[in-house]
């Protein structure tokens, strides 16, 4: 598993692509479980518990979806495990760093700096979720950044229509 982590975050540092991970359905089962616990924990700092859960089982779901869809459409359905894995398993890793910086965004202690690091890792997200999408597709860059783009902005929108109460939209 030690294997599994460091090509996450050689993906995390553009090192790596999807194509590095196997493609093992038993790999994608356990990072499933791992991205719900990680967005239960962050979610659940400001929610109670039962929102906090269904809200990360939406969020491995548009996951899913989103990289089920975009490589039916674009003809690389072969890419699914390795691709999804990539996914879950680097949005599990940032959203543990991020961890920190939202628990004290909540008690207010270093707002400032948490909003500021919590920006950086959103950017962050959106970089290495960009990257996944080239090398799964074999699109540019502007492209996939692109496509990254609307994926999380369209995840956000569905959350927030979800859930009022989390985005704080009721």
């Known amino acids: 598993m030690f294997e599994i982590i460091k090509r996450l ?16 359905v038993w790999l994608l089962r356990i990072l499933v479980v791992i991205d719900v616990i990680v967005s239960f924990l962050m979610v659940s700092i400001s929610t109670d518990w ?9 969020s491995v779901l548009l996951i899913i979806g989103f990289s089920w869809l975009m490589l039916y459409v674009g003809r690389r359905r072969e890419r699914f495990y390795q691709t999804t894995t990539a996914l879950l398993g680097t949005d599990a890793l940032i959203g543990f760093i991020a961890l920190p910086g939202m628990a004290s965004m909540m008690i207010g202690k270093g707002i400032l700096l948490a909003f500021i690091v919590t920006i950086g890792l959103m950017i962050w997200h959106w970089a290495v979720t960009g990257h996944i999408i080239r090398n799964a597709l074999g699109q540019s860059l502007t492209f996939s950044l692109g496509l990254a783009f609307l994926y999380i902005l369209g995840s956000y929108q569905v959350i927030a229509f979800l859930f009022p109460e989390v985005a704080g939209t009721n």
């Open 9 to 24: 975050f050689d993906i995390c540092l553009f090192t790596k692509g999807p194509q590095n991970l196997p493609s093992s």
């Open 50 to 58: 039962l929102t906090s859960l269904l809200q990360a089982i939406v």
